[in-house]
């Protein structure tokens, strides 16, 4: 694996291991259609960043439905007889619930304030990661933004434009925050992967003792995203792009569906 | 907010928010009794890296165990009835399931190969978070390392003891890996906080547009922990702290208990 060499002692040979992530400064606010590599590259350029094709460009989820046109306008949606039973059960808008369910699977959990699906590219998540903040109109609509339609295609397109654009690849990820069982709080979590493994697989490695690593798999690409979130969080609403610098690996090239459990598989059900 | 001001064009005002990971380099192997803050405080010595009270320090659990000697000899375990009737169905070392079963409220789901319990701490995790990797013996017997008794209380005395040693109140993390419902791979999550806030409550904060923000508590540090653990994994075992430069947020202090979801208010159950 790759290391970096920084502040070596003259005394020896030391290397250390670092990962750095700078949220791109003054991103745009997106718009249906706007062009997000080119808004990247950009912003790049603003903060003295030079790409490297072995950077991750973390994105928020919003900022790829927002260009994709991934907005509807409520007053458009008609709930069904469903929807309007579940709305009175979860006490939502009939009209998101109708969203949901056009995006879901199956539903999971309902209760009041509680509305878990299984969404149809296979996430299991509050409200079909259906947004209803930050997404305002200039005539004052009530506007709800939907997950990307397929977000490790939309990743792949983005980092296939972003190579055009730098002469550079490097790996793109698509974030969102998803709450969890068992634990408080939401964490960063990627959707959409490109150019680099979602998953580590460590099967067959050996420990320091030559036992076989009790921990095979790592959820590479989601551990990515939380660490992205950080930053996401503390630098606001307004840097929705995370340079990720320092990964040491970059194959095989696995989407974020590689991160979906199958449901007969899963350990915790 | 606070933000890291880099790399400013002199045409305008440019901030930056970047965080910054670094694996302590030559990190020594920890047995029962070690001073972790000493080891800790020589290793930030040796990367040329002066401690910050900003800084957040990430121990892997393996380390906080050895030192407080949380390594059990199996040839010591004599399996209950019911540890050998579950090792059948799991497919696991008896003696090892009985540890399990003492360090646990409850067995959640059991299956060949699958042991996942509620820990005594209130996490729910497979194998009571019980390692066999990486625990050796100069006889070459066959050791198992628990949890730490209380990692929230562990993360606090080292703290306390950093500041001793370096004058600075550094925030002190201790991770674990875990596996998830839904989704494959494990990530990084904290079992033992002190000196900064598990949890982040946006709860009453507005969104651009003045709505409530829909989401309102982040898993901050796992989150942290998460980032962490990229980095300790492609560090190697040799690695097992993490320095994290570049949080914004150094208040409420909150452990990591403030990560588990009381049971009757777990959405997803």
């Given at each position: 694996m790759r290391r970096l060499v920084e502040r070596?002692?003259?005394s020896g040979l030391r290397t250390t291991a670092e990962l750095r992530l700078v949220a791109l400064p003054d991103f745009p606010r997106v718009m249906r259609g706007d062009d997000l590599a080119g808004f990247t590259a950009a912003a790049l350029t603003r903060a003295g960043l030079a790409l490297r094709s072995d950077d991750v460009l973390v994105f928020a989820q919003k900022v790829i439905s927002k260009a994709e046109g991934r907005?509807?306008?409520?007053?458009?949606v008609v709930p069904s007889a469903r929807a309007l039973d579940l709305a009175q059960t979860v006490q939502k808008d009939p009209r998101l619930v109708e969203l949901v369910l056009r995006e879901?699977?199956?539903?999971v959990r309902s209760a009041k304030d509680i509305l878990i699906v299984e969404h149809r590219l296979g996430l299991t998540m509050a409200n079909a990661?259906?947004?209803?903040?930050?997404?305002?109109?200039p005539a004052g609509g009530e506007f709800a933004l939907l997950l990307p339609e397929d977000p490790d295609a939309s990743a792949a397109r983005l980092r296939d434009r972003l190579c055009v654009l730098t002469g550079c690849e490097p790996g793109v990820l698509i974030s969102d925050s998803f709450g969890r069982p068992w634990r408080v709080g939401t964490v960063g979590v990627a959707i959409g992967c490109a150019g680099f493994p979602a998953t580590l697989d460590l099967r067959g490695q050996a420990d320091l003792f030559g036992?076989?690593?009790?921990?095979?798999?790592?959820?590479h690409a989601d551990e990515i995203a939380s660490a992205a979130s950080v930053l996401m969080g503390q630098a606001s609403?307004?840097?929705p792009v995370i340079l990720v610098r320092g990964l040491a690996l970059r194959a095989p090239h696995q989407p974020?569906?590689?991160?979906?459990?199958?449901q007969q598989q899963d350990l915790f059900r």
């Open positions: 070596v002692p003259t907005q509807i306008d409520l007053a458009d879901s699977r199956r539903v990661g259906i947004d209803q903040s930050n997404v305002a109109d036992r076989p690593l009790r921990v095979t798999v790592v959820g609403e307004g840097c974020a569906a590689a991160l979906l459990r199958p």
